[in-house]
């Protein structure tokens, strides 16, 4: 398998499978975030995605994939301190604000910055034509978020800060989007980064919320665990899609394309959670889609 993605890397082919694994990143990211901010506490919910992730993850590490190379022990390191970070900003953003308004700000921030990191990373540049697209992804992604925001009645008075650790968690993914899809390419099987990846990554949460664990009531461990197994396997087809994508084809695409996960997080909001749709709110997931489709056709 890994001699197959190599000989896609630069390829036709390999950017049409970067365009499939990006957009199934963007459906499964929409899932992911949606199991994080459920019903439970997120500080939690997360926890228990990244101990079944981990859990999972160890035997594939330690037996399965080639050991990695000795300098990616340094690339390991670097990408676990920006997760840890990442996952602090999104539990705070989480644990503040109401998912349909947050989770817009959190995924428009981090294009933006991605396509401005991968230019002085990866020497990306976007055409004239593939800037206008990100500035209309970008208008209906924010756009949803003042739409949702102007409509909510619950937790008002948390919303400031709560927008705050959004724009931060945006941050956070432009950072961890450009660096790890660095990390993807310093080793040659991509299987090897992946593995270990999960199973370094999969400790820091359960550990910092182990206060909160002992205070959960017993009832609630057996729902929370089958929450973290499923996100645990929606965590790596939407992580490993876009780490495969960013492989494949220009990171900054890549990172538009999975920005479309708002339009499917709307699309959540509406069949499970039974919140409203209305012409608005479709007219800025239409636009967010344009501006997804201008970015890929005018790249």
């Known amino acids: 398998m890994s001699g197959y993605l190599a000989a ?22 929409a899932i992911f975030g949606a199991l994080q ?3 439970h506490d997120p500080w939690l919910s997360r926890a228990a995605i990244d101990a ?6 160890a035997p594939f590490a330690l037996f399965v994939v080639p050991w990695p190379e000795p300098h990616m022990w340094a690339i390991f390191f670097g990408a676990w301190v920006i997760h840890v970070g990442y996952k ?20 428009g921030t981090g294009p933006l910055f991605t396509v401005i990191g991968a230019g002085f990373v990866f020497g990306e540049h976007f055409s004239p034509a593939q800037w206008f697209g990100v500035v209309v992804l970008l208008a209906g992604i924010y756009g ?6 102007r409509t909510i009645t619950l937790d008002r008075a948390k919303m400031p800060a709560a927008l705050g650790f959004a724009v931060l968690t945006g941050l956070f993914v432009a950072l961890y989007t450009t660096y790890d899809a660095y990390g993807i390419r310093a080793t040659q099987d991509p299987f090897t980064f992946l593995a270990w990846f999960f ?3 999969g400790v820091f949460m359960p550990v ?7 205070a959960l009531p017993r009832a609630d461990f057996v729902p929370l665990f089958k929450r973290g197994l499923l996100g645990a396997f929606v965590a790596f087809f939407s992580f490993g899609s876009i780490m495969m994508a960013t492989r494949l084809d220009k990171v900054g695409e890549a990172a538009v394309l999975r920005e479309t996960s708002t339009v499917f997080a709307a699309l959540i909001g509406w069949l499970v959670l039974g919140e409203k749709v209305g012409p608005r709110r479709t ?3 239409a636009l967010i889609a344009l501006g997804a489709v201008i970015v890929e056709f005018a790249g």
């Open 8 to 29: 896609l890397e630069g390829t036709e082919a390999g950017h049409t499978a970067a365009l499939f694994l990006a957009l199934m990143a963007a459906v499964l990211h």
């Open 37 to 39: 901010k459920g019903k």
């Open 52 to 57: 079944c992730y981990g859990l999972i993850a």
């Open 88 to 107: 602090l900003a999104q539990a705070m953003t989480y644990d503040r604000g109401a998912y349909t308004v947050v989770y817009p700000v959190v995924r």
């Open 144 to 149: 949803l978020a003042v739409y949702n925001l």
């Open 199 to 201: 199973f370094i990554d």
């Open 208 to 214: 910092i919320t182990r206060k909160r664990w002992l």
């Open 283 to 285: 007219a800025l997931m």
